[in-house]
Structures are given as C-alpha cells and as structure tokens.
C-alpha cells in the first residue's frame, strides 16, 4: 500500500519565488506606508515592531523608521527631504 503525504509538485508555469523588488521600488514602498502612517497618526514616531499595512501587504514601518534613521548619514539629500517633509526626527 502506498502512503501520500500531502505534498504536491507546483503547477507549470506559476512562479516558485516572488520577484525581487529594488532599492528604489523598496524605499517608495516603505514611504508609502510611512506616508500613510503619518496621515492617520498625525506624526512619524512609528513604534520599532509597527508594522504597516499597504495594499493587503504588511511591511515593518517600524524597522524601516529606525534602521534609517540609524544610516542618516548615508542617505541621499532626496530621501532625507521626503522623511523631513513628515516630521521625520533624526
């Protein structure tokens, strides 16, 4: 007799791994949903285990808030100016 385990092979032709976003595409992601924090919470002093629903997706506004600020010194004057226009505080 031949036992079955439940597991069964992907169908053809349906994509195994997500597509890996880039630098760019994740930071707009992530100033999505801070934009869409500060809309609603008046402010950007995001908690460090926040974590953001944008579109059905829940991203870690909190760590995205804090590991930035942690690498301000790094940042382009661009993505500096889009976190000071919401009250970022470094």
Do not use: C, Y
Not at 49 to 69: A, C, K, P, W, Y
């Amino acid at each position: 007799m031949k036992r079955q385990i439940g597991v069964h092979p992907q169908a053809e032709g349906v994509a195994v791994v997500p597509a890996r976003r880039s630098q760019d595409e994740l930071w707009e992601r992530n100033m999505t949903a801070a934009r869409q924090f500060h809309a609603r919470e008046g402010h950007l002093h995001v908690p460090r285990q926040h974590r953001e629903d944008v579109d059905g997706e829940l991203l870690g506004l909190g760590s995205f808030i804090s590991n930035t600020r942690r690498r301000a010194a790094k940042l382009p004057a661009e993505r500096r100016a889009d976190l000071d226009a919401l009250g970022m505080r470094w």
